[in-house]
């Protein structure tokens, strides 16, 4: 008897296989089952056809885990997280959203430098009036010292590549001429960017201070830099201001590690429909304020560690100023 229902039971899976591979939708034919890009990938589509134009709604997700000594836990959870969250509650379609992690097989979708900067291009190409583009990275980010003279502070922010050690860092200045400079009049791009010293990392011209209720001028001090797009709308949200690190933690689940700025920005925008940027600004620093408070160690030094995560403010800054209290986030 076991043996027939076994028998039976393989049968029901190879017909079930049989009818995957004629409808075309034979999952197990991809060379890594795990990936998060749809097949073919964004990148073959758009690879296939110089007119090939960016869909309504697109997304580039980047999420790094590193190695050794520098290695994350967190970043494949937030572009999980992030994609998920893209394609049940902003309308995104799987095949015109683009991941990059380490965990990729395929060699053009490991996050190396020469690969970001290629889907950068990838993001942006052909934008028209109406596209909503978004672009999420999760992973390590560095200030440097500014060497074109167009920081007011004298430091550029950078992300990191799977491969910065031998290829070094993307620095603010080429993802603003990446990804800003090619916005079309009536594109929106929004750029989340859960990563440390990561406030101006888009250098766009103004950022918005949360304590004074105003935007301040972020554009280049000689006026020798175009940080501008060409006429559309870039809004990046940042984990945290230039000089703060942001948290790779289980503070908020106690069980699955994220970015603390992913995980919030997610859940206040899953839970109030209609939110405006302002308002999730604050709910995202009540929140971690809260975590700050409310976490006690035993030793000192792990306090001290902790606050130094954690106490993190998560910005906004944007090419063109708006009252972030009126203006609804929709991505």
């Not at 229902?5 to 995957?20: D, P, Q, R, W």
């Not at 990446?178 to 594109?187: D, S, Y």
């Not at 175009?226 to 984990?239: C, N, P, Q, V």
Request: charged content about 25%.
């Amino acid at each position: 008897m076991n043996s027939v229902v076994t028998e039976i039971g393989a049968s029901k899976k190879l017909i079930v296989k049989v009818k995957e591979k004629i409808s075309g939708n034979d999952l197990t034919s991809s060379k890594n089952p795990d990936s998060l890009n749809k097949k073919p990938s964004p990148l073959e589509i758009s690879g296939s056809s110089s007119k090939t134009r960016p869909a309504g709604k697109r997304a580039l997700l980047i999420g790094v885990i590193y190695k050794s000594e520098h290695k994350l836990k967190g970043t494949i959870n937030d572009v999980k997280s992030m994609r998920e969250f893209l394609i049940l509650n902003c309308g995104f379609k799987e095949e015109n959203i683009l991941v990059l992690t380490d965990q990729e097989i395929e060699p053009e979708l490991i996050p190396t430098k020469k690969n970001i900067l290629e889907s950068l291009e990838w993001l942006v190409k052909g934008c028209q009036a109406g596209d909503s583009l978004v672009f999420y990275f999760s992973g390590h980010g560095v200030s440097q010292p500014d060497f074109d003279g167009d920081e007011r502070d004298g430091i550029s922010e950078t992300i990191c590549p799977v491969d910065f050690m031998t290829e070094g860092m993307i620095v603010d200045n080429d993802i603003n001429s990446a990804i800003v400079w090619p916005l079309k009049n009536g594109v929106t791009l929004h750029a989340i960017v859960d990563a440390c010293h990561s406030g101006t990392v888009l250098d766009l011209e103004h950022v918005y201070n949360r304590q004074e209720n105003k935007w301040e001028d972020n554009s280049p001090p000689y006026g020798n830099a175009r940080k501008h797009s060409d006429g559309g709308l870039a809004i990046s949200l940042s984990a945290c201001l230039d000089n703060q690190v942001a948290a790779d933690t289980t503070a908020f689940t106690e069980k699955t590690m994220n970015g603390a700025m992913t995980y919030l920005l997610i859940k206040f925008m899953k839970k109030y429909q209609g939110l405006t940027y302002g308002d999730l600004l604050d709910l995202m620093h009540e929140d971690l304020e809260k975590v700050n408070e409310s976490r006690c160690f035993s030793r000192k030094i792990f306090k001290k560690i902790m606050k130094r995560m954690l106490l993190q403010k998560p910005q906004i800054s944007a090419s063109k100023p708006f009252d972030v209290y009126k203006e609804h986030l929709i991505l």
